[in-house]
Nanobody
Framework: QVQLVETGGGLVQAGGSLRLSCAAS????????MGWFRQAPGKEREFVAA????????VYTDSVKGRFTISRDNRKNTVYLQMNSLKPEDTAVYYC????????????????????WGQGTQVTVSS
């Protein structure tokens, strides 16, 4: 089992920044590829960004490219999502997720590909 705990959400004005963190425990963190997803009220959960086990591969959904950056620190068992130039449409509950994928540069963008999920953290961007 892998336990994931997201922190860093909050209320921010449009144009502002937040950094989300996701702390993992329970298994060897570096064996897992990680992803960030979000879900707005009344909408399906959508992919935001993903990173491979080593951090060498990343992928982003088009709407956040150039504004969000995913990174990880395997020594701290933590994955981050730096969010800049936030827009009201970024408002959602943000979830981190993990999938067992050691020594594999592939990054995954479907919720069904992930095995473990955090409880989520609310991000609200006011206009």
């Amino acid at each position: 089992q892998v336990q994931l705990v997201e922190t860093g959400g909050g209320l921010v004005q449009a144009g502002g920044s937040l950094r989300l963190s996701c702390a993992a425990s329970g298994r060897t963190f570096s064996n897992y590829a990680m992803g960030w997803f979000r879900q707005a009220p009344g909408k399906e959960r959508e992919f935001v960004a993903a990173i491979s086990w080593s951090g060498s591969s990343t992928v982003y959904t088009d709407s956040v490219k150039g504004r969000f950056t995913i990174s990880r620190d395997n020594r701290k068992n933590t994955v981050y999502l730096q969010m800049n130039s936030l827009k009201p449409e970024d408002t959602a509950v943000y979830y981190c997720a993990a999938v067992y994928s050691p020594y594999n540069r592939r990054v995954r963008d479907l919720p069904s590909e992930y095995d473990y999920w955090g409880q989520g953290t609310q991000v609200t961007v006011s206009s």
